[in-house]
Each structure stands twice: as C-alpha cells, then as structure tokens.
C-alpha cells in the first residue's frame, strides 16, 4: 500500500515574507539587472505564485525601486558602516576605496547604471534613486567630518569633498563594463587622487600605489608614504585649506 505525503507550505508572517520577496528581487538585480525584477520572476525564484507577490508589492514599479534601494543601501552599509567602532577615519577611507576598486565593486556599479538609465522613464524608481544618493553623500560626509575632527583631514567643506569623491567614482563606474586594466594608473585611482588632494592627505596615505623610487619606507604607524617632501609638486594635499 503506498502513500504520498504533500509538502506543506509554511505561511510565513508578513514581515518576513516582504523581506523575503525584497531580497530575492535585490539579489536579481544585482545579477541580472532592474529589467528582470518582475512579479513573475521574483514569485519563480521563491517558488510561490506571482499573486502572491502582488500582494505585497501590486506594482512592479515599487518592488523593483525596492530592489534598488535594498541592494544599494546594503552596499552602503558594507562599504561604509555608520557605527565604525574601530580604526581612524584614514583607515577606514582606505579601507573603503580598496573594496570600491575592481570587479568585486563593478555589480554595484552596474546596478547604478542600470538605475539611473531607467529612472529617466520610471518616477518611483527615480525618487529612490535621489534617496540613496543622499544616504550615500550623508554616510561620506560623516565619515570626512569625523577625519577632520580628529585633525587627520583638512577640507573647508566636508559635505562638498564628499560629493566630489562620489563624483570620481561615479565616472570610474560608468566603465564597470569595460576592461580599464590598461589605463593609466592616475586614470584607475583617480577616485583615491582626489580624495587625498581634497582632504590635505600625502600621496598614498590611502592605500594606492604610490613611486617607490626614492626607495623611502612608509610611516609604519600610519601607513602614509614620507617618499614626497611635504608641500611638493608631488604632494599638492599638503597645503591646508582656506579657512
């Protein structure tokens, strides 16, 4: 005598299925783009009907604008933390440029592309976009005011160095499709040029490559090179801002 016994579906609670469906849908768009964020898609990808997932989000255009903000904002949260107990400012700008440079870094490059295209035509998914941006710009800023607090940074304007930085990398990650491995290196860490130049910091104090030739060791202490004599062509950060 057989039997058969039937999977039983767990009825999950409703704020735990929404986080379910958010980074199921945040997950798709990191991989594959915003495009293919649909009720559709993301029902087949938990394994539940598309209704379901309507429920939850009745427009397409609010689950993917979700998906942006989910994954954008969890980036944000990885590359630069907001409670940051350990570790100066410097530390943790260098910190951040090392795992804002190479392909680790070029999903969230895309994904960035991918929205900004697309929030030409789509008003919710825009409004999110702005958001984030403001969140990434508040995170920086806070992080270069801390380093100025501390007298490790020098800048006028905290809130404009970040922008600044942000614009850099934005540009370096319009290329997050091409293959920039034969760029000039002042090119691939001009993100980390900038920021060394705006915030009054020596050449390779965050973490770049920097001309050993004068075959001067680093500042074990602080990881910054002493090879540029402070005030340098070579080392233009030097000079403190103008109140």
Not at 56 to 71: I, K, T
Not at 78 to 106: I, M, V
């Amino acid at each position: 005598m057989s039997s058969s016994v039937q999977r039983k579906r767990v009825r999950k609670p409703p704020a735990a299925r929404r986080a379910e469906i958010v980074a199921a849908a945040a997950a798709v768009a990191l991989a594959e783009g915003l495009e293919c964020v649909t009720l559709r898609r993301i029902g087949e990808e938990l394994d539940v009907r598309p209704g379901l997932i309507s429920h939850y989000f009745p427009s397409a255009e609010d689950l993917v604008a979700e998906a942006f903000g989910s994954a954008a904002s969890g980036e944000l949260d990885t590359l630069l933390p907001a409670e940051r107990p350990d570790g100066s400012p410097t530390q943790h700008l260098a910190r951040f440029f090392a795992d804002t440079t190479g392909e680790a870094y070029d999903d969230l490059s895309r994904l960035w592309i991918n929205a900004r295209h697309l929030s030409r035509y789509r008003p919710v998914l825009r409004d999110r976009v702005a958001e984030q941006e403001a969140l990434w710009r508040g995170r920086l800023g806070d992080l270069v005011r801390q380093g100025v607090d501390k007298a490790e940074f020098r800048t006028a304007d905290p809130y404009v160095s970040a922008i600044q930085i942000l614009v850099v990398l934005d540009g370096l990650g319009v290329h997050a499709n091409t293959d920039i491995s034969s760029h000039p290196e002042a090119v691939r860490y001009m993100a980390v040029i900038t920021a060394e130049r705006e915030l009054g910091l020596a050449c390779g104090a965050l973490g770049r490559p920097v001309d050993t030739s004068a075959d001067v060791p680093a500042d074990a202490s602080t990881g910054t090179s002493t090879g540029s004599p402070a005030g340098s062509a070579a080392d233009p950060g030097t000079e403190p801002a103008a109140d």
